[in-house]
């Protein structure tokens, strides 16, 4: 079984500095680390693994530095590493993204499951893994929090939605995209972070895979989405009134609120 883990690089958020002016993310102000969400997709990966037998790809798309993710995922245990990376891709919106993760996939070939995370914590769009597995005409799972049964060709798992479980049973190929309730992630040893140091990193470019799409469908010239502008919302106090003896004042407060704001 082979089993692709989509990884993402993200910058340290509870360091990172907002840069107001500009309206962007000053990521060089903060470390990068593996996306949370991303290392459980990654662990889920290793107990199939472990279970039945597979081979766990991690894989990417980012700048160069991405590649200091894909080690600390081989440290943890991922067979083999991909790192899609091209100044071509650079400016890709989700969309873009997307089409270049699932044609990088398509040039890896054959994959039963792709394990991704349920967001980011700096785009947080939770789109990725839905748009990959649309360009791979391959059905999906999202918000999985548990796997009760996978095999090459079927995968049984529950998702949690809105306080609500769905136990849901899906043919692979496909892909699932995971919670932060699925497993708590391993941590790697010292052993297997020196080894990672001297792993071999595939590198895919615009060139290796062109075949799947021209120049104007990735980067900025493919992505259909257009920031207009990036603000710090500004944050509305609540306020509230407790009657605990004049039950008769505070619903005619609620009247008049109901009556002034037509509801
Ligand atoms: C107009 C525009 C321009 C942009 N330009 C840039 C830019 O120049 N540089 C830049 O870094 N970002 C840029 N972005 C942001 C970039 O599009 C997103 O970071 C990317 O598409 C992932 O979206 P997300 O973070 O919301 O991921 P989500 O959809 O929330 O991620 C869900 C899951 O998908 C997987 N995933 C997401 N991204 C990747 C990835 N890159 N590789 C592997 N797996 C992944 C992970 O498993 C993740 O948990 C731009 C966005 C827009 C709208």
Same mark, same amino acid.
Request: hydrophobic share 40%; no cysteine; net charge negative.
């Given at each position: ?141 999202? +918000?999985? &929090?548990?796997? =009760? ?8 798992? %529950? $998702?949690? *939605?809105?306080?609500? /479980? ?45 075949? +799947?799409? &021209?120049?104007? =469908? ?8 257009? %920031? $207009?502008? *990036?603000?710090?919302? /500004? ?29």
């Amino acid at each position: 079984m082979r089993i692709v883990v989509l990884i993402k690089q993200v910058p340290d958020m509870e360091k990172v500095k907002f840069n107001s002016e500009k309206g962007i993310v000053d990521r060089a102000s903060a470390g990068t680390e593996i996306n949370p969400f991303d290392l459980n997709a990654l662990e889920a990966a290793l107990v199939i693994k472990e279970i039945i037998g597979a081979e766990v790809v991690a894989l990417t798309m980012g700048p160069p530095k991405a590649e200091e993710a894909l080690r600390e995922a081989i440290a943890r245990g991922a067979d083999k590493a991909v790192l899609i990376s091209d100044k071509y891709f650079g400016g890709s919106d989700t969309k873009a993204t997307s089409h270049v993760i699932s044609s990088g996939i398509k040039r890896l070939g054959n994959f039963h499951l792709i394990i991704a995370g349920e967001k980011t914590v700096d785009g947080d769009t939770g789109q990725v893994g839905a748009q990959v597995s649309d360009y791979l005409d391959i059905p999906y799972i999202t +918000y999985v &929090s548990r796997i =009760e049964e996978v095999s090459e060709s079927v995968i049984r798992s %529950v $998702s949690e *939605i809105w306080g609500g /479980e769905y136990l849901k049973e899906m043919k692979l190929p496909g892909l699932i995209t995971v919670t932060k309730d699925i497993n708590t992630p391993r941590l790697p040893s010292f052993k297997q972070k020196m080894a990672s140091r001297k792993a071999e990193i595939i590198r895919l470019s615009y060139e290796d895979l062109k075949e +799947y799409f &021209s120049s104007d =469908e990735v980067g900025i010239k493919g992505s259909p989405t257009w %920031v $207009s502008k *990036i603000e710090v919302p /500004e944050v509305i106090k609540r306020e509230g009134k407790i009657y605990r003896d004049d039950i008769d004042a505070g619903l005619e407060t609620i009247l008049h609120i109901i009556a002034e704001e037509r509801i």
